[in-house]
C-alpha cells in the first residue's frame, strides 16, 4: 500500500515547497533580525563585502539592504507574499555571502551555510510559492 504522505503526488510537491518555504523563511527572519538592529556600524561591516564584486561605494546602504533582504524577505517567505522577488534578494545576498567566506578562507562549514540557502533560493524561484501562499490569493 503506497503511502499518502510521500509519494510524488503535485499535491505533495506543493506541500513540500510550503515547508521548504517557511522553514528558510523562518530562520531567516532569526537570522536577519540581529543585523536590523545592529545598526550602521553593521551594515557597513556587511556591505563591505560588495567591494569583492566591485561594488566597494556606499557599504552601509549595500549592508542594510541584505539586512532587509534577510529579515523582510524571511517574513514574505514565511507567508508567502512576493515569494519570487524575495527568494531573487535572498539569492543574490547568499550569492555575496557565499563569495566572502571563500575570498577569506574560511572553513567549509561557513561557505555551506550561504550555499544552501543560494540553492534553497534559487529552487523558490522556479517553483514559485507552492500551497498556502498570499500569492495564491492575489492570482486567482
Known amino acids: 500500500m503506497k503511502s499518502k504522505l510521500f509519494n510524488s503526488s503535485e499535491e505533495s510537491m506543493k506541500t513540500a515547497i510550503f515547508l521548504l518555504r517557511a522553514g528558510f523563511g523562518i530562520m531567516?527572519?532569526?537570522h536577519g533580525y540581529p543585523k536590523i538592529i545592529g545598526g550602521v556600524d553593521t551594515w557597513t561591516w556587511l556591505g563591505e563585502s560588495m567591494g569583492l564584486v566591485g561594488l566597494g561605494f556606499a557599504p552601509a546602504f549595500w549592508g542594510f539592504m541584505a539586512a532587509i533582504s534577510e529579515f523582510v524577505g524571511g517574513?514574505?517567505?514565511v507567508l508567502g507574499l512576493m515569494t519570487r522577488p524575495a527568494a531573487l534578494f535572498l539569492a543574490f545576498t547568499m550569492l555575496i555571502a557565499t563569495i566572502m567566506h571563500i575570498a577569506n578562507a574560511d572553513p567549509i562549514n561557513s561557505i555551506l551555510h550561504p550555499l544552501k540557502g543560494l540553492v534553497a533560493f534559487v529552487a523558490l524561484l522556479y517553483?514559485?510559492?507552492g500551497r498556502y501562499a498570499i500569492d495564491n490569493k492575489w492570482a486567482s
Open 127 to 129: 517553483s514559485g510559492p
Open 75 to 77: 517574513i514574505l517567505l
Open 28 to 30: 531567516f527572519i532569526l
